[in-house]
Structures are given as C-alpha cells and as structure tokens.
C-alpha cells in the first residue's frame, strides 16, 4: 500500500515537521495534528467533510511521552502513505491528536476534545488504565476504538474496542512457552510490579503457564510503585534460588536499574522480558553494555530484515528526525492499516454516523488481514484479540537479533 513518488515525499515531510514539534515536547492536551497537512486534496476534503477522521490519544509529554509520541508518529505515518496512495475508498485520512498526560481522567477529556473536533475512530488509548476508562465512552458513543497498545484484559470488554497489541495474560503464556521452546532453561527467578496491572497480570499467566510446560520457578519477588529502585532483595533470592532466567514482565526504567544492580552482584542470568522492555538502550546515562544478551517477546523489532520491515522503518526516520520507530509506533501503524481495511471491506464513507460506522468495522474485522509490521498475516478474534506470531530477540552488539 505503500508509494514513494513525489506527493508522498510530500506528505512525509509535513509529517516529520509536526513529528519533530511533538518530540521536542511541544505538544499539549489541546494539540490536533494531520498526518498530511501539506496535502492540497487532505485540506479541502477535510473542509468539505469529505475525510475519515481517526483520533489518537496517549501521552505527548511528561514520563509516558515516549509510548504516545511514538503512537501518533505511526498513526501519521501510515495516514500519510493511505493519502498518497489514493485515500480509503477514495476518501483522505485525518489524524488527530491529544495529550492525556497518562492520566486517566485528562484522558476522558482529550476524547471529549478530540469528539468535538470530529472523530470518527479511535486510536488508542495508549495506556490501559487510560484505555479502559475511555472505552466506557465510546461503548456510549458506539465508537469503534482499536487500541494498539493497552494490554490489559479488560481494555477489550466491550464489542466495539479491539486491540493490536499482545494481551497481558498473552504475553505471560507466550513468554513461558517460548522460554521452553528455545530451550534457554528450567529455572526460572521472577521479579515483578505487585502495584502495575500490567506486569502482575503477565506475572500471573506466566507462572500458570511455567508450570504446563516444565519451568521450575525458583524465586517470585514482588515491588510496588512506592519501592522500584532497590532491586537487590529481589534479585539476591532469584541467585540464591539458582535461577537460570530471571522474568522481568515491567517496563524498560526500573529493568535498567535490575540490570545495573545484578551487575554489581556478579549475577547474570538471561533477563527475559516482554514487550515494554522495548526502549532500555535508549534510558539515559544507562550503560547499555549491561544489556546484552537480555531477551525480551515482541513481534516487532526495527533491526529485521524483512522489506515491510525495513521500508516502514525508513520511512518512519525520515518522518520523524531519524528516530527509530520502536513497537508501539509499529503497533499504531498497523492500527490504521487494519482500519483502512476494515472501511474497505466494509465498504463505509465518512459521512456515516459515528455509529454505523462502528457497527461497520465491527461487522469484518474478524475477516480482514493485514500485511504487518507486527504481524504478518494479522487477524482478529471476536473477542477482540489479535492473531499473530511472537517472537524473541536478544540484545547483541547493541542491536535486536531475532533467537532462532
């Protein structure tokens, strides 16, 4: 779906120009941003209601801004490409934008914002907490609203959300099937984040799952919010207990700090995390040479080698000032593709209500599928889950290498 003529160059140049303005922390709860504000024909459509209006929530500033940024940059991005290639049915693509600040209740109001403005679909949340408590508007609404990060189970409750990410209890099932399918070892330690819904909810479906396919857990330390920079409790049992892989289902911030004290302990084991451990080479003043050889279960890396890959991954440079795009960005743009395809296969047009539009896509999104970054091919179940093939990569020299 992709073209690389001059009106695209076009476009991803307007794109990079508000990319770049989001990322150097510009962006605020009463930003709107188009993915193709450069574009003669994107501009009088949308002056025409002649446009599909896709909004996008997710934090654009504080200590979250790395998720969102990269949220809006993929949905821009793949908005831009649908553009020059001739819109959906015909009909150009607009994206717009809001901060939530990863607040949930600033979330609400960046989706009554983004309602007045138009939207049509939604894009996100971001953030499950701020995911979940918009998807009791827009089941009010009868919006549809594909998430293409928030993991947690109940982001997915009601018919009209779906997401494109890995669920929690997914993530935890995969990770321990994957662990015993590479053979990386028996004996397993496990850290985790008793206050996150996110990292208890992998925790647990890991440990059910360990359990299935022969995994000894020898060690299970919790944290909380109030205590995530000493580490060494945690990872004195996981040593004690002999483990051979410690699982780290949290985010990237406090797995740096793990790293960096296990390193002073003389403990290395395989790390093993899930997908928000994607981002640790880019903590500041972290010394990535102490994650090397870490593991972690995404469906995405920017280093593989595959042509949609690659291209999404230019493309995606060359918008936003070379930053590379990590899997949530991959995740939001496959978000917009799948709702490109599902509009199409649907056969809608945006001057649809709000809600036929979602009974629209709701109707086939269990029989489309999409050639993604994330997945390929790309499916979705009726519970809103999606079908597609994890992976697991290890950090060497610096660079994500898919473990065979």
Known sequence: MKKTGKMLSLVLAAAMTASLAAGCGSSSAGTTSTAAAASTEATAAGADGEVFKIGVIGPLTGGGAAYGIAVKNGAELAAAEINAAGGINGYQVEILSQDDELNSEKSVNAYNALKDQ?????????????????????????????????????????????RTCFSDPQQGVLSADLIAEKGLGTKVGIIYDNSDSY??????????????????????EAFNADNKTDFSTQLQAAKDGGAEIVFLPFYYTEASLVLQQASN??????????????????????????????????????????????TFVKNSEAANGGEVPNQFGADSYDSIYAIKAAIEAANLTPDMSVSD??????????????????GSPLTWTA??????????????????VEVE
């Open 118 to 162: 138009g939207m049509q679909i939604l894009d996100g949340t971001v953030t499950s907490a701020c995911s979940i408590a918009v998807s009791e508007l827009t089941k009010e609404d009868n919006m549809f609203q594909l998430t293409p990060s928030g993991s947690a189970t109940d982001c997915t409750k009601y018919d009209n959300v779906f």
């Open 357 to 374: 539009i979602c009974d629209g896509i709701k109707g086939v999104m269990t029989e489309i599928s999409v050639d993604g970054v994330t």
């Open 265 to 310: 302990m003389d403990f290395s084991p395989i790390f093993f995390g899930c997908d928000g451990m994607d981002g640790i080479l880019t903590v500041e003043n972290f010394d990535t040479s102490l994650a090397e050889g870490l593991m972690l279960m995404t469906p995405y890396s920017p280093t593989a080698t595959d042509e949609k890959t690659q």
């Open 199 to 220: 990292s208890s909810g992998i925790e647990a479906a890991f440990v059910e799952e360990a359990a299935k396919v022969g995994l000894e857990i020898v060690s299970e």
């Open 383 to 400: 519970d809103g889950e999606p079908s597609k093939a994890p992976k697991v990569y290890s950090i060497t020299n610096g660079e994500y």
